[in-house]
């Protein structure tokens, strides 16, 4: 089985995180932001992923270093739990309609860090919680994931359908990803033979 266990303590955030690349969707999430834990659990849903996360962060200043210290947490415990890639397909895509909505997400585990952003979200803020901070989030998990990652918004009104549109097209696109491709199990998926 492919997990890894992540803790990272900072002044600003205390993240435990448990992720089985290879799971079925399972997830225990609580990271003192509700609409965040809304999406982690998207996230784990569509990802097929099992994950516990637990934050404790200065959400009374507000939910930045929470938001930005999960993403890097996330990107770094797929990293761990990939290995050396052995098997991997590498690349990922998903177009996801949700009602009015259309995002498309492309992901290649190349070992080298790049997020493409193309989102428009409408409003500053899904109740308490500032829109601005998805951006941080991808960033900090492309980072730690040593991945590129593109996600782009063609159609949406609804800021909070946008943003749970990214969310579950990501983690359909991590899912192929990640997914091993049995007839080349033992080869890395590059010809350079790292990745």
């Not at 998903?94 to 259309?102: A, G, K």
């Amino acid at each position: 089985m492919r997990k890894s266990e992540i803790k990272r303590k900072t002044a600003e955030t205390d993240i435990e995180l448990t992720l089985n690349l290879d799971g079925s969707g399972k997830s225990e999430i609580d990271t003192g932001c509700g609409f965040l834990d809304h999406m982690m659990t998207l996230f784990a849903s569509h990802g097929r992923f099992d994950i516990i996360l637990k934050c404790k962060g200065d959400t009374y200043v507000d939910y930045h270093h929470t938001v930005e210290d999960i993403g890097i947490t996330l990107g770094k415990a797929f990293f761990d739990a990939l290995g050396d890639k052995k098997g991997i397909h590498r690349y990922g895509d998903t177009i996801l309609p949700m009602d009015e909505t259309l995002i498309l997400s492309a992901v290649d585990f190349s070992g080298r860090s790049y997020l493409g952003y193309d989102m428009d979200i409408p409003t500053q803020k899904v109740g308490d919680f500032d829109t601005e901070l998805i951006e941080e989030f991808w960033l900090g998990f492309v980072r730690k994931a040593e991945c590129a990652l593109h996600i782009r918004m063609f159609a949406g009104k609804n800021s909070h359908h946008i943003i749970e549109g990214a969310f579950k097209s990501v983690a359909r696109s991590l899912r192929t990803a990640v997914s091993i491709d049995n007839e080349f199990k033992d080869e890395i998926p590059s010809t350079k033979g790292v990745l």
